[in-house]
């Protein structure tokens, strides 16, 4: 679904209903801060890992 591959200090919105700002990109997913959590699921910290097959960069 990606457009583009995020790169460190982008936002990004994940078909999930993450919005994030990326903090490391790996090679198949990228690590996340939460920025807003409308996906119903709920985090023991602020952080989360998305696939590079389920965001857009905004």
């Given at each position: 679904m990606?457009?583009?591959k995020a790169m460190v200090g982008d936002n990004i919105v994940s078909?999930?209903?993450i919005?994030?700002?990326v903090e490391k990109v790996g090679e198949n997913s990228v690590i996340v801060e939460i920025l807003e959590n409308s996906s119903g699921r709920?985090?023991?910290n602020n952080k989360?890992?998305?696939s590079h097959k389920i965001y857009v960069v905004l």
């Open positions: 990606y457009l583009k078909i999930n209903g919005k994030g700002k709920n985090f023991e989360t890992v998305v």
